[in-house]
């Protein structure tokens, strides 16, 4: 791994269940758009990878970090809390606080559904910055667009022009796959690694704009 790469990667810890591709979807749009690589467990299926070692590796990758942990809650009896997400931020804090040179300069977003609900449980982050995108897709885009702009060059474009890109290309996408054959079923579950290909492609014209 370059230097530059590790610079450039965003690993993105998120529920994988269809409620939540609303958020998902746009999330990543934002990262490509604004110069920057997301990196994401689904990006590529091994059955012979262990998971874990999997998500340490991107961890090790990437100088960002986006963990969403807007689904600890159990929504219904006898059903589990979802533990993954938080035990993804636990490595990659761990992983800026005990290890030296380009690691201690990791940056971490916490994402939560509703304001102050994290804390109820997980105490220990009361006194972090927590932002809370109420399951909005557009403010979705808004957060992970103003936390990046902190890192480039000079400031990127405004998140009404990300938020219309995105939907630019979600419906440009749609009509190419369709005419490709795919269903409506094949297209809502399209592959996030088939995703992204398909979203960097559509916005290479506006690599050259980008801010350094």
Known sequence: MTALAFEKNVFVNCPFDKEHRALLRPQLFCILALGFEPRIALERADGAEVRVEKIIGLINESKFGIHDLSRLKAKKAREYFRLNMPFELGIDYACRLYRDGEFA???????????????????????SDVEAHN????KICKIVRDWLAQSMGAPPAPPSDLWARFNEFTAENYLKLKVENYSDEDIEDQPVRELINAMREWLRPFSETLPN
Do not use: Q, T, W
């Open 105 to 127: 300069d990791k940056r971490i977003l916490i994402l939560e559904d509703k304001a102050h609900e994290l804390k109820k449980a997980l105490s220990d982050l009361s006194g």
């Open 135 to 138: 399951n909005e897709p557009v």
